[in-house]
C-alpha cells in the first residue's frame, strides 16, 4: 500500500496517537510543531506507535522518533510506505549502434523523433555535456510543460547520465541510458530513478506506472523511426 506524505496521514497519525498512546489532542492542535517527545509521548508510546505503523502501514519507525513532530513523522511514514521509483525500459531496434547512438542523441532533433516533445532548446554545450529545455505538447487542460535537464554522453562506453535541473514535480529525475550491440542490431536501455515531492499529484508508485506506459510507447515510435531511417539509407 501506498500514502501519500499530505495532512490526511497526519491526522491518521495523530488519531493512533490518541486512540493507542494517550496523546492529548488538544496539545498537539496546539503546538503542531512540538516533537512528540515535547507532547508527552515516553518509550512505551513509541513503541505502541511503532507497533500500529508496522501493521498498518509495513513500515518501522526509528528509534529516534520521539524528536519528529507529528508532520515529519506522517512524512517518513509516507516515504517508506512508498518508497523512490525505479523504472528499467528496453527496445532493441534493428539498426547499427553508431546510428542508433547518432539519432538517440541528437537531443535537438527530439522532437522529430519523441511523439511527446514540441521544442527542444538547447541552452548550453560543453564537451560532451549538455543542457537544454523540453516543452512537451501541450495536454488535455491545454498546459505545456516545460523544464530544463542535463546529459552527459560517454561515446567509449555508449551510456548516457542525464538528470532534471528543473525537477518541478520530483524531487529528483535521474535517467541512465546504455547502448547494446546485438546480433542483427542495437539494445536500448533507459533506467530512470525519482521521488515525487509531497506537494506533487502523483506518489512515486503512481509515476511508476505512468513512466512505464509512456517508455513502452515511446521505444516503439523510436524503434520505428530508426529502423525507417536505416533502411531508408537517410536519417
Known sequence: MTVAPDRPLAREITDILVTHCGLDPDAAASTPAASLEELGMDSLALLELSAVVADRW???IPE???????????DLVA???DPPGHTENAVEIDAPLPLVWEITNDVARWPELFTEYAVAEI???????????????????????????????DPATREVHARRVETGPFEYMRIHWRYEEIP???????????????????DN???TDRI??????????IKEKIER???GGTR
Do not use: C
Open 229 to 231: 531511417a536505416y533502411a
Open 58 to 60: 509495513r513500515v518501522k
Open 184 to 202: 542483427d542490431g542495437t539494445r536500448m536501455t533507459w533506467t530512470q530513478d525519482f521521488a515525487m515531492k509531497p506537494t506533487a499529484p502523483v
Open 79 to 81: 516515504r517508506k510506505a
Open 123 to 153: 541552452l548550453h554545450r560543453d564537451g560532451d555535456t549538455l543542457r537544454f529545455r523540453l516543452t512537451m505538447h501541450p495536454d488535455e487542460n491545454g498546459v505545456a510543460w516545460s523544464w530544463v535537464s542535463e546529459r552527459t554522453a
Open 205 to 207: 508508485a503512481g509515476m
Open 212 to 221: 512505464n506506459t509512456n517508455s513502452a510507447i515511446q521505444l516503439a515510435v
Open 64 to 74: 529516534q522518533a520521539g524528536q519528529l513532530s507529528i508532520a515529519r513523522a506522517a
